[in-house]
DNA sequence: TGCCTATATTCGAGACTTCGAATATACTGT
DNA sequence: ACAGTATATTCGAAGTCTCGAATATAGGCA
């Protein structure tokens, strides 16, 4: 694999790698969201707010288009919610095996007693 | 959608977020390999990857296992193969969308003049 | 024009990341 | 025990990220 393509996907990597723009790009998986019902949403400052959302359309994973006095902001592709529902996934798969992984523990120090 | 799974993913996220690692995780693949050829094939320094490989291992994405003198690393869910597959696909959409806007600009020039 | 609301940018402090150099640890074979 | 190979850790410098405070820009409306 060419390196420009895992260049490529390290950026996108490290553009969601921060919680509030999982959450904002989860925020606009139905539809476009002004820039004020995310901040209300979110409950953080305005212009943290800005600044993730500049983060995110600098790497293309989200547009704006303006609208009187707001800004609208939308997902430019349906993929990266894809990849949020397989780290869902992946997320339980994990929980799973660290469960199971404890109860197996517990059953030995229970035989070895 | 709970915060601890967004903490989560953006943990995760941040773990992808190197070239390097990603080059790693789409070595382990098709199985496992011990760290020496992982470096061969990387060409960086042993210590660089001893700390990428430590990164991986800190998030659970891979797993380690010993054999005499080496140390062989899987990968701990096919997962986050998909997830690499979904982004070169993102990749080749968002390339053909450049081309085809770019492709739009040169029409609009030529039909201006 | 002047005021209000919505959004963006700049700045600086503190935290985090990345690298190579140096060193530490662990296993193998003699 | 010693030498050699494989891997891990520590350190410090340079770079990057994140936040709130302050400020800038732009649209709507009196």
Known sequence: ?????????????????????IAIVEMLRD??????KLIER???????????LSVLRSKQ?????KDGNQVFYSL????LIEVLDIMRRYF???????MAALGEI???HGAAR
């Open 61 to 65: 994973i989200v547009v704006n288009r």
């Open 42 to 52: 979110l409950g953080i400052e305005q212009a943290n707010a800005s600044q993730h």
């Open 76 to 79: 430019r592709s349906p993929l």
């Open 106 to 108: 517990e059953k030995e």
């Open 31 to 36: 539809g476009d969201l002004p820039e004020g």
């Open 1 to 21: 694999m060419p390196d420009a393509l895992r260049r490529f996907k390290a950026d996108i990597f490290q553009a969601l790698a921060h919680p509030t723009r």
């Open 92 to 98: 339980h798969a994990q929980l799973t095996e660290t």
